[in-house]
């Protein structure tokens, strides 16, 4: 291509970090693997914190009242520069339609999407699972808003001694080794329970850097935020080649 007679074209603030992230507004640990640790991404993305949206607030009280600042906070995103909108909760779901309306760029709030998907790719009799931070508070409504079938086998962290604890309270310090238990601890008794769980889908962003270690202990394919949004960011800036 004749460079001399190319155009660059404008309107943007920032340039080649596609995806822009929602973020809760947290002090808990971000160590990498999670969404909210930016050298988690091979590619540079934009963070927009929303304030007020704790952790207990979005996953414990179903994020009430808080629709109208993800919006707003969406609409900066892509003003700034963001060509796809996602977040730091699975919880998010909720917001999946209303986000999609508000801003004019695709939307993919939550890696619960993913699992219609996957469901397609496993072979007869298997199914997909989904491993949350709170099963107590992962309502129909999340799930239906994410399309993922009701009568989906879900296990929860809730009763680990760390995990879910140490994020929905957002605490200072996570002790990771015991966090790491609680996941594997969940995940076995989830294949324990479901022995045609064929994929496993982590609904909680902040289980990325545990998502290795559940691949060997299952043996089955673990998919995350972070296999989504690579898939979602891939499509909105593809490698030339």
């Known amino acids: 291509m004749n460079e001399t007679n190319s155009i660059a074209r404008g309107g ?19 160590i990498p693997g999670d969404i909210g640790n930016a050298a988690t991404w091979p590619f540079p993305v934009l963070y927009k914190v929303v304030r007020g949206a704790t952790p207990d607030k979005v996953v414990r009280q179903g994020a009430r009242g808080l629709l109208d600042h993800f ?10 520069g963001a060509d796809g909108i996602t977040t730091n909760c699975g919880f ?5 339609d209303e986000l999609a309306t508000a801003v004019d760029v695709p939307v993919a709030t939550s890696s619960l999407l993913q699992v219609p998907l996957i469901q397609k790719l496993l072979p007869p ?8 931070i709170s099963k107590s508070t992962l309502t129909e409504k999340h799930l239906l808003a ?4 009701l009568g989906t086998a879900i296990m929860g962290t809730d009763q680990g001694q760390e995990f879910t604890r140490a994020i929905l309270d957002d605490e ?17 008794q989830l294949m324990q329970s479901h022995p045609d769980t064929g994929a496993v889908v982590l609904e909680c962003t902040n289980m990325v850097p545990y998502a290795a270690d559940l ?17 979602f960011q891939a499509g909105l800036l593809p490698r030339r080649f």
């Open 71 to 80: 919006i707003s906070a969406a609409k900066e995103l892509v003003a700034d």
């Open 146 to 149: 994410a399309g993922v079938p």
């Open 215 to 231: 691949r060997t202990a299952l043996g089955v394919p673990v998919y995350s935020i972070y296999s989504f949004v690579s898939w």
């Open 92 to 96: 998010l779901t909720l917001f999946q």
């Open 172 to 188: 200072m310090e996570l002790n990771i080794s015991k966090a790491r238990s609680d996941l594997l601890d969940a995940g076995q």
């Open 12 to 30: 943007k603030t920032v340039y080649g970090a596609s995806v822009g992230i929602l973020m809760l507004e947290t002090r808990f640990p971000r």
């Open 125 to 132: 009799g298997k199914k997909v699972a989904v491993l949350t």
